[in-house]
């Protein structure tokens, strides 16, 4: 079966902070897929990252950064320089290869205050 | 283009009334989902379809039905509405593309109440 853990239920931050928030996830499957989707308040989901189990490579885009370590299960997400407009709940996705389904975390609230 | 909608966005039922909610995509994208969205859970999917005509039961699918008619929509149905359903309701769709597993793209969502 598949797992997705968020343990940070909420994390709160001065703008202009360095804020990690963790993903650790649980498959016996080699190829697999994971994500980010940021639901702003509004509401809405908003797609964020995918990364395939081949490509460890960390990922950057602008300020958003991931780190996906197989060895540790781990596809934790980095904001830096936190912007009050980075106030959302993240919610970080598992979807093994052929399964059709994707498997969430049950998500962090990040609160940046100004 | 209008992506993924969603009808109505928020409703109040009565324990025991029922209705359906739409799901429209204008994306053709094969794939429909629906899921719930309750505090502290994640999104927990409720039914899905990998095309036009078939459906499969997700994680929570109790106490509901879908149905895929049309490429574009996405029905789900609440026969008789519980206090439990209470909930927000997401659809979502995504592009069938060999030998990946792409992302998906999800409704605005719809905020149900019953009472």
């Known amino acids: 079966a598949q797992k997705v853990t968020q343990a940070q239920t909420e994390i709160s931050v001065v703008e202009k902070e360095d804020v990690t928030l963790d993903c650790v996830y649980e498959?016996?499957?080699?190829?697999?897929?994971l994500f980010w989707y940021k639901q702003p308040p509004s509401g809405e989901l908003v797609f964020l990252i995918r990364?395939?189990?081949?490509?460890?490579q960390n990922e950057i885009s602008g300020r958003y950064s991931w780190n996906f370590q197989k060895s540790t299960s781990s596809f934790n997400f980095t904001i830096t320089a936190s912007q009050v407009v980075d106030s959302a709940v993240y919610f970080c996705?598992?979807?093994?290869?052929?399964?059709?389904?994707?498997?969430f975390g049950t998500g962090t609230r990040l609160q940046v205050f100004p | 283009n209008a992506g993924v909608t969603q009808t109505p966005k928020f409703r109040v039922l009565k324990t025991g009334q029922s209705m359906t909610l739409l799901c429209a995509q204008d994306?053709?994208?094969?794939?429909m989902y629906w899921y719930r969205q309750d505090p502290g859970m994640g999104l927990r999917l409720i039914h899905y379809?990998?095309?036009?005509?078939?459906?499969a039961k997700g994680e929570v699918p109790d106490g509901y039905n879908v149905s895929r008619l049309k490429k574009q929509n996405f029905l789900l149905g609440l026969e008789s509405a519980a206090p439990s359903q209470t909930s927000v309701y997401f659809c979502?769709?995504?592009?069938?593309?060999?030998?990946?597993?792409?992302?998906?793209?999800f409704g605005p969502g719809t905020r149900l109440t019953v009472l």
């Open positions: 979502a769709t995504r592009r069938l593309a060999e030998g990946l597993e792409n992302e998906q793209f």
């Open positions: 498959t016996r499957d080699t190829t697999y897929y």
């Open positions: 990364r395939n189990s081949f490509d460890e």
């Open positions: 996705a598992l979807t093994v290869y052929n399964t059709d389904k994707l498997i």
């Open positions: 994306m053709n994208h094969e794939y």
């Open positions: 379809s990998v095309g036009e005509g078939t459906t």
